[in-house]
Protein backbone atom coordinates (compact mmCIF):
# COMPACT_ATOMS: atom_id res chain seq x y z
CA UNK A 1 0.00 0.00 0.00
CA UNK A 2 1.02 3.46 -0.82
CA UNK A 3 2.40 5.14 2.68
CA UNK A 4 0.60 8.52 1.54
CA UNK A 5 -2.68 6.68 1.42
CA UNK A 6 -2.65 5.20 5.28
CA UNK A 7 -3.22 7.94 6.71
CA UNK A 8 -6.52 9.21 5.07
CA UNK A 9 -7.07 5.58 6.07
CA UNK A 10 -6.40 5.89 9.48
CA UNK A 11 -8.40 9.30 9.43
CA UNK A 12 -11.64 7.82 8.16
CA UNK A 13 -11.26 5.38 10.64
CA UNK A 14 -11.10 7.21 13.62
CA UNK A 15 -13.96 10.04 12.52
CA UNK A 16 -16.12 7.22 12.37
CA UNK A 17 -16.26 6.71 16.14
CA UNK A 18 -14.98 10.33 17.20
CA UNK A 19 -16.13 13.91 16.81
CA UNK A 20 -14.59 15.99 14.62
CA UNK A 21 -15.44 17.18 10.95
CA UNK A 22 -18.78 16.48 9.90
CA UNK A 23 -19.40 13.18 7.87
CA UNK A 24 -19.96 14.58 5.07
CA UNK A 25 -16.96 17.00 4.81
CA UNK A 26 -14.61 14.58 6.06
CA UNK A 27 -16.10 11.92 3.08
CA UNK A 28 -16.19 15.30 0.14
CA UNK A 29 -12.65 15.38 1.58
CA UNK A 30 -11.34 11.44 1.35
CA UNK A 31 -13.62 11.70 -2.12
CA UNK A 32 -11.04 14.34 -3.35
CA UNK A 33 -7.84 12.63 -2.15
CA UNK A 34 -8.88 9.54 -4.39
CA UNK A 35 -9.89 11.56 -7.19
CA UNK A 36 -6.11 13.25 -7.15
CA UNK A 37 -4.97 9.23 -6.60
CA UNK A 38 -6.85 8.60 -9.39
CA UNK A 39 -5.48 11.29 -12.03
CA UNK A 40 -1.74 10.06 -10.93
CA UNK A 41 -2.79 6.60 -11.65
CA UNK A 42 -2.55 4.89 -8.27
CA UNK A 43 -5.16 3.02 -9.18
CA UNK A 44 -5.10 0.10 -6.79
CA UNK A 45 -4.53 3.44 -3.63
CA UNK A 46 -7.28 4.79 -5.63
CA UNK A 47 -9.69 1.39 -5.23
CA UNK A 48 -8.58 1.21 -1.52
CA UNK A 49 -9.67 4.90 -0.51
CA UNK A 50 -13.09 4.37 -2.80
CA UNK A 51 -13.84 1.16 -0.66
CA UNK A 52 -13.37 2.91 2.62
CA UNK A 53 -15.55 6.12 1.87
CA UNK A 54 -18.32 3.22 1.26
CA UNK A 55 -18.06 1.90 4.13
CA UNK A 56 -16.96 4.47 6.24
CA UNK A 57 -19.61 6.88 4.87
CA UNK A 58 -22.74 5.03 3.98
CA UNK A 59 -25.13 7.43 4.51
CA UNK A 60 -23.36 10.33 1.97
CA UNK A 61 -25.18 9.13 -0.39
CA UNK A 62 -23.66 11.41 -3.06
CA UNK A 63 -19.74 10.66 -2.15
CA UNK A 64 -20.73 6.87 -2.29
CA UNK A 65 -22.42 7.25 -5.27
CA UNK A 66 -19.56 8.95 -7.14
CA UNK A 67 -17.27 6.04 -5.70
CA UNK A 68 -18.68 3.55 -6.93
CA UNK A 69 -18.86 5.53 -10.02
CA UNK A 70 -15.15 6.22 -10.11
CA UNK A 71 -14.79 2.57 -9.01
CA UNK A 72 -16.77 0.95 -11.98
CA UNK A 73 -14.31 3.65 -14.01
CA UNK A 74 -11.35 2.20 -12.93
CA UNK A 75 -12.60 -1.64 -13.58
CA UNK A 76 -13.70 -0.73 -17.26
CA UNK A 77 -10.22 0.78 -17.42
CA UNK A 78 -8.72 -2.53 -16.17
CA UNK A 79 -10.25 -4.65 -18.22
CA UNK A 80 -10.16 -3.11 -21.30
CA UNK A 81 -6.35 -3.27 -20.57
CA UNK A 82 -6.49 -7.07 -20.10
CA UNK A 83 -8.51 -7.46 -23.28
CA UNK A 84 -5.61 -5.43 -25.13
CA UNK A 85 -3.14 -7.72 -24.09
CA UNK A 86 -5.08 -10.96 -23.96
CA UNK A 87 -5.82 -9.55 -27.71
CA UNK A 88 -1.78 -9.70 -28.17
CA UNK A 89 -1.45 -13.32 -26.68
CA UNK A 90 -3.77 -14.88 -28.65
CA UNK A 91 -2.25 -13.61 -31.72
CA UNK A 92 1.45 -14.60 -30.73
CA UNK A 93 -0.10 -17.90 -29.72
CA UNK A 94 -2.17 -18.60 -33.23
CA UNK A 95 1.07 -17.65 -35.42
CA UNK A 96 3.22 -19.76 -32.82
CA UNK A 97 0.49 -22.78 -34.23
CA UNK A 98 0.94 -21.95 -37.56
CA UNK A 99 4.30 -23.68 -38.64
CA UNK A 100 3.88 -26.39 -36.35
CA UNK A 101 0.57 -27.64 -38.42
CA UNK A 102 2.28 -28.05 -41.51
CA UNK A 103 1.59 -32.06 -41.26
CA UNK A 104 -1.23 -32.17 -40.07
CA UNK A 105 -4.81 -31.39 -41.20
CA UNK A 106 -8.22 -30.61 -40.05
CA UNK A 107 -11.10 -32.99 -40.96
CA UNK A 108 -14.35 -34.62 -39.57
CA UNK A 109 -13.75 -37.56 -41.91
CA UNK A 110 -13.90 -39.51 -38.34
CA UNK A 111 -16.66 -38.32 -36.40
CA UNK A 112 -19.04 -34.68 -35.76
CA UNK A 113 -16.15 -33.51 -33.56
CA UNK A 114 -12.89 -31.47 -35.67
CA UNK A 115 -10.05 -33.75 -34.89
CA UNK A 116 -6.56 -32.97 -36.22
CA UNK A 117 -4.48 -36.25 -38.00
CA UNK A 118 -1.10 -36.19 -39.02
CA UNK A 119 -0.84 -36.69 -42.90
CA UNK A 120 1.45 -40.18 -42.40
CA UNK A 121 -1.16 -41.21 -40.39
CA UNK A 122 -4.68 -41.15 -42.27
CA UNK A 123 -6.41 -44.09 -42.37
CA UNK A 124 -6.07 -44.34 -45.94
CA UNK A 125 -2.08 -44.10 -45.46
CA UNK A 126 -2.02 -46.92 -42.49
CA UNK A 127 -4.61 -49.59 -43.33
CA UNK A 128 -2.84 -51.96 -42.57
CA UNK A 129 0.33 -50.53 -40.48
CA UNK A 130 0.73 -51.72 -37.18
CA UNK A 131 2.11 -48.36 -35.72
CA UNK A 132 1.42 -46.10 -32.96
CA UNK A 133 -1.07 -43.27 -33.46
CA UNK A 134 -1.55 -39.93 -32.20
CA UNK A 135 -5.03 -38.04 -31.50
CA UNK A 136 -4.95 -34.59 -30.87
CA UNK A 137 -8.80 -32.40 -31.19
CA UNK A 138 -9.03 -28.46 -31.52
CA UNK A 139 -9.30 -28.05 -27.67
CA UNK A 140 -5.56 -29.56 -27.63
CA UNK A 141 -6.56 -32.92 -25.70
CA UNK A 142 -4.28 -35.56 -26.94
CA UNK A 143 -3.96 -39.68 -26.66
CA UNK A 144 -1.95 -42.36 -28.21
CA UNK A 145 -3.40 -45.84 -29.63
CA UNK A 146 -1.55 -48.68 -30.47
CA UNK A 147 -2.73 -50.15 -33.77
CA UNK A 148 -2.14 -53.60 -35.05
CA UNK A 149 -2.88 -56.03 -38.21
CA UNK A 150 -1.90 -59.15 -38.66
CA UNK A 151 -2.75 -62.64 -39.73
CA UNK A 152 -3.20 -63.81 -35.76
CA UNK A 153 -4.50 -62.24 -32.47
CA UNK A 154 -1.86 -61.62 -30.15
CA UNK A 155 -4.77 -59.93 -27.53
CA UNK A 156 -2.27 -57.02 -26.70
CA UNK A 157 -3.36 -55.04 -23.80
CA UNK A 158 -0.60 -52.72 -23.86
CA UNK A 159 2.96 -51.46 -24.98
CA UNK A 160 6.47 -50.50 -24.30
CA UNK A 161 8.76 -48.24 -26.50
CA UNK A 162 12.17 -48.28 -25.98
CA UNK A 163 15.64 -47.99 -26.83
CA UNK A 164 19.05 -49.58 -25.42
CA UNK A 165 18.26 -49.57 -21.62
CA UNK A 166 15.57 -46.70 -21.48
CA UNK A 167 11.90 -47.77 -21.66
CA UNK A 168 8.58 -46.38 -20.84
CA UNK A 169 5.70 -48.71 -20.30
CA UNK A 170 1.98 -48.20 -20.59
CA UNK A 171 -1.01 -49.09 -18.29
CA UNK A 172 -2.71 -52.04 -18.72
CA UNK A 173 -6.15 -51.77 -20.59
CA UNK A 174 -8.63 -54.18 -20.56
CA UNK A 175 -10.82 -55.29 -23.32
CA UNK A 176 -14.21 -53.71 -23.58
CA UNK A 177 -14.68 -53.17 -26.75
CA UNK A 178 -13.92 -49.37 -26.60
CA UNK A 179 -10.88 -48.67 -25.42
CA UNK A 180 -9.09 -51.96 -26.10
CA UNK A 181 -11.13 -53.76 -28.89
CA UNK A 182 -10.72 -56.11 -32.14
CA UNK A 183 -12.09 -56.98 -35.24
CA UNK A 184 -11.76 -59.36 -38.17
CA UNK A 185 -12.15 -58.30 -41.65
CA UNK A 186 -11.35 -61.26 -44.38
CA UNK A 187 -9.39 -63.11 -42.09
CA UNK A 188 -7.20 -60.02 -41.24
CA UNK A 189 -7.12 -59.28 -37.69
CA UNK A 190 -6.91 -55.63 -36.18
CA UNK A 191 -6.15 -54.79 -32.50
CA UNK A 192 -7.08 -50.97 -31.15
CA UNK A 193 -5.77 -50.24 -27.67
CA UNK A 194 -6.22 -46.39 -26.40
CA UNK A 195 -3.98 -44.97 -23.76
CA UNK A 196 -6.43 -41.80 -22.78
CA UNK A 197 -6.45 -39.78 -19.45
CA UNK A 198 -3.02 -40.28 -18.62
CA UNK A 199 -2.74 -44.44 -19.34
CA UNK A 200 0.44 -43.70 -21.75
CA UNK A 201 1.88 -43.94 -18.31
CA UNK A 202 5.14 -41.37 -19.35
CA UNK A 203 5.28 -42.62 -23.12
CA UNK A 204 4.14 -39.66 -24.51
CA UNK A 205 7.12 -37.92 -23.12
CA UNK A 206 9.42 -40.77 -24.05
CA UNK A 207 8.60 -41.00 -27.34
CA UNK A 208 8.92 -36.70 -27.81
CA UNK A 209 12.11 -36.71 -25.72
CA UNK A 210 13.65 -39.99 -27.97
CA UNK A 211 12.20 -39.19 -31.66
CA UNK A 212 15.46 -38.59 -32.89
CA UNK A 213 16.65 -42.24 -31.63
CA UNK A 214 15.99 -45.44 -33.22
CA UNK A 215 12.73 -46.68 -31.56
CA UNK A 216 11.56 -49.98 -30.73
CA UNK A 217 7.59 -50.98 -29.91
CA UNK A 218 6.84 -54.35 -27.88
CA UNK A 219 3.14 -55.11 -27.69
CA UNK A 220 2.02 -56.66 -25.55
CA UNK A 221 -1.17 -59.58 -24.67
CA UNK A 222 -1.21 -63.21 -24.74
CA UNK A 223 1.31 -62.85 -27.37
CA UNK A 224 4.22 -60.26 -28.09
CA UNK A 225 4.68 -58.35 -31.15
CA UNK A 226 7.30 -56.08 -32.05
CA UNK A 227 8.01 -52.76 -34.45
CA UNK A 228 10.43 -50.30 -35.25
CA UNK A 229 9.17 -47.51 -35.38
CA UNK A 230 8.76 -45.17 -38.67
CA UNK A 231 10.43 -41.90 -38.11
CA UNK A 232 7.01 -39.82 -39.22
CA UNK A 233 5.21 -42.08 -36.48
CA UNK A 234 7.48 -40.52 -33.92
CA UNK A 235 7.27 -37.01 -35.24
CA UNK A 236 3.79 -37.21 -35.42
CA UNK A 237 3.64 -38.28 -31.45
CA UNK A 238 6.09 -35.19 -31.32
CA UNK A 239 4.26 -33.13 -32.50
CA UNK A 240 0.94 -33.58 -31.74
CA UNK A 241 2.59 -33.20 -27.92
CA UNK A 242 3.80 -29.88 -28.46
CA UNK A 243 0.54 -28.60 -30.23
CA UNK A 244 -1.68 -29.93 -27.66
CA UNK A 245 -0.17 -27.42 -24.97
CA UNK A 246 -0.40 -24.31 -27.33
CA UNK A 247 -4.07 -25.06 -28.47
CA UNK A 248 -4.92 -25.82 -24.41
CA UNK A 249 -3.46 -22.59 -24.07
CA UNK A 250 -5.60 -21.02 -26.90
CA UNK A 251 -9.06 -21.96 -25.46
CA UNK A 252 -7.38 -20.68 -21.93
CA UNK A 253 -6.95 -17.64 -23.52
CA UNK A 254 -10.56 -17.29 -25.71
CA UNK A 255 -12.01 -18.23 -22.60
CA UNK A 256 -10.37 -15.49 -20.57
CA UNK A 257 -11.33 -12.72 -23.62
CA UNK A 258 -15.25 -13.99 -23.34
CA UNK A 259 -15.17 -13.44 -19.49
CA UNK A 260 -13.46 -9.78 -19.79
CA UNK A 261 -16.27 -9.03 -22.73
CA UNK A 262 -19.27 -10.55 -20.84
CA UNK A 263 -17.73 -7.78 -17.22
CA UNK A 264 -17.40 -5.31 -19.35
CA UNK A 265 -20.64 -5.58 -20.47
CA UNK A 266 -22.02 -5.46 -16.88
CA UNK A 267 -19.71 -2.57 -16.41
CA UNK A 268 -20.64 -0.08 -19.60
CA UNK A 269 -24.18 1.49 -18.60
CA UNK A 270 -26.23 0.13 -21.54
CA UNK A 271 -26.88 3.14 -24.37
Known amino acids: MNRKLILPLLILAF ?3 NCGPSS ?4 AKAFNKAEKLYNEKHFNDTKLLLDSIIETFPGQIEYVTRSKDLLRKI ?9 VFLD ?6 EEELK ?4 NFIKTKEYGDKVILIHKRQ ?14 LDMDGNFYISSRYTGDHWIYHNQVKVYNKDKSALTDK ?6 LNRRFEDGGTKWEIVSYKDGKDNGVIDFIAANWDKPLKVQYRGKKYYYIVMEKFDKE ?9 YVLKEIKRIKEEIKNVKQELSQLKPKS
Open 99 to 102: PMMK
Open 75 to 83: RISEQEQNL
Open 15 to 17: IAT
Open 88 to 93: SLLKAR
Open 24 to 27: EEMA
Open 236 to 244: AIRDANEIS
Open 173 to 178: IPEDGF
Open 122 to 135: RPENSYNRTFIRAH
